[in-house]
């Protein structure tokens, strides 16, 4: 075997390799993401018996059954990635830091300790007794459950082939080096190379290994992009540091449905699951109060009812200042643009704020109609219904138009104890109304306005 070091440039966004220094990315367009690695490139020699083991495979030879999925022991945690853990997956868990990723994963640790299955727990950022600290808080773990303080990739890799439990934890991917490569921890050549190296373990031994991964100040994870190519299932923890929630969300599942969710509520035994969050999220509701509205969202397969909070004030600058939180701020800017042209609202004299209470970010179209009303009811200060849910897409014309799953969400609003919804009037064709829930369909936002003020 022969080795030879060399300079190359690798895109932070999607691996591209270069052997000079770009300014543009040829792979994604990207600007300025070109960074400098010192690689140690290796020649071998394949052998004939190695050709005669790489042999495809006929299609119908390939067994179709169902993979067994283990339970996380939450149900939250199980809906997320689709119904369990899938044996032989590579997972990775992304959030700021403190956001609560090595808390839930500790918990999952033990859940299935408790059940028997053997996990090994490895570390590069804590020792032993940190962890054991962390652990105390949780209760009672069980005995099948080993811990291993280490950053060196090799010697780790010797660890899971001996003791071939069926769930590893790296906590974290960008802690981890290989010798053979020459730059730091974290780098792109680290992260990737390592990646590799815990992809091939995963397939070839059927181990589970879940990897956390910090993310940039952009809220993606740190590292090459490819990281989340090379990886089965992409999961990102969500929240704000200072509030009780999180929020874990599948950006990508190659075993189930991509952007579902589930809530949890953050105390000092770690994390309990919030098997409402509706409820959760309308908690502490203003009642007749202007600019206040309920919609509902989808997350994945789940309604999600959410509170839209609009104020509407008059400027005292020449240019009107506009904030949103929780949601599009283009968007927001966009249904003013809406209401000064078809409704004749001088917005461009006021300024607007518009909040998504309890810290969810949504950028689902369905939520228009919604901040529209909210908006019209801050500015004529008149409260809208309490007990109505609005949701509906809106067009440049002032048009209403259909959204996706609307069955769903009218059982949702009828579940939270909510009288009647305000919905585009081509969703309402299929769905079946529940007795003693009013569905009022419109087909412009004159018409919403209208039956907002009508059942004032």
Known sequence: MAKSKGTVFFCKECGYESSKWLGQCPGCRQWNTMVEEIVAKKTTLTGKAEQIRCQPTRLDHISTKEEERVSTG?????????GGIVSGSLLLVGGDPGIGKSTLLLQVCRNLSETGHKILYISG????????????????????????????????ANVITEQNPELVIIDSIQTMYREDVSSAPGS??????????????????????????????????????VLEHMVDT???????????????????????????????EMVQEGLIEVENP??????????????????????GSRPLLLEIQALI?????????????????????????????RIGMRLSECDA??????GMRVNEPALDLAIILAIVSSYWDRPVPEDFVVMGEVGLSGEIRGISMPQQ?????????????????????????????????????????????KNT
């Open 74 to 82: 939450m149900k939250e945690l199980d809906r997320v990635l689709g």
């Open 125 to 156: 950022e804590e020792s032993l007794k940190q962890i054991k600290m962390r652990a105390n808080r949780m209760g009672k773990f069980g005995e099948s459950l080993l811990l291993l303080s280490e950053t060196n990739l090799d010697l780790i």
């Open 188 to 225: 792109v050549s680290q992260v990737r190379e390592s990646t590799n190296i815990l992809m091939q373990i995963a397939k070839g031994y059927g181990i589970s290994i879940f990897l956390v991964g910090h993310v940039t100040k952009e809220g993606v994870v740190a590292g090459p992009r």
């Open 234 to 264: 992409v999961l990102y923890f969500e929240g704000d540091r200072n509030a009780v929630y999180r929020v874990i969300r599948a950006v990508k599942n190659r075993f189930g449905a991509t952007n579902e969710i589930g809530v949890f």
């Open 278 to 299: 509706s409820a959760y999220m309308l908690n502490g509701r203003p009642k007749g109060a202007s600019g206040s509205i309920v919609t509902c969202a989808m997350e």
């Open 313 to 341: 004030c008059k400027t005292n600058f020449g240019m009107p200042r506009r904030t949103s939180t929780g949601t599009d701020y283009n968007r927001i800017n966009l249904l003013m643009a809406v209401l000064e042209k």
């Open 353 to 358: 704020y518009v909040n998504i209470t309890g």
């Open 409 to 453: 969400r009218i059982n949702e609003a009828k579940k939270m104890g909510f009288a009647g919804c305000i919905m585009p009037v081509v969703s309402l064709e299929g769905c079946t109304i529940p007795k003693q829930f009013q569905c009022i369909g419109v087909k412009n936002v004159q018409d919403a306005i209208i039956q907002i003020q």
